[in-house]
């Protein structure tokens, strides 16, 4: 009895090696595809970029992704600089446009 159920735990895993080896590269191709599309999309966001760069030139993934890096990290010392300002440019803009040409002194409190 013992031989039966090693032959059928056999042509399970056979079965399932075969399912698995069929499978993987339909997974593989959709993995690539999702890359790929991410990519063209990353492209499209950050294009007047790369046209800057490279105008007349095709891209690779590889480009792509340094150039999206490239600006993350401007976007991001942008981003760092400004937290650090006392204050932001929009509030900074609003208290100059307030501002008369006769009230120009700092206000003091005393």
């Known amino acids: 009895m013992a031989p039966s159920i090693t032959a059928a735990m056999s042509n399970?895993?056979?079965?399932l090696t075969l399912t698995?080896?069929?499978?993987k590269?339909?997974?593989?191709k959709l993995r690539r595809e999702r890359i790929n599309s991410s990519i063209e999309?990353?492209?499209s966001l950050l294009g007047p970029e790369f046209l800057k760069q490279q105008p007349d030139s095709k891209l690779e993934k590889a480009d792509i992704l340094e150039m999206t890096v490239c600006v993350l990290r401007q976007l991001q010392q942008q981003h760092r600089q400004a937290d650090f300002s006392p204050l932001s440019s929009t509030v900074q803009t609003s208290i100059s446009k307030e501002k008369s040409p006769a009230s120009s002194a700092p206000w003091r409190p005393w």
């Open 41 to 43: 999309q990353l492209k």
């Open 12 to 15: 399970s895993q056979e079965h």
């Open 20 to 23: 698995h080896k069929l499978r």
């Open 25 to 28: 590269p339909l997974v593989e």
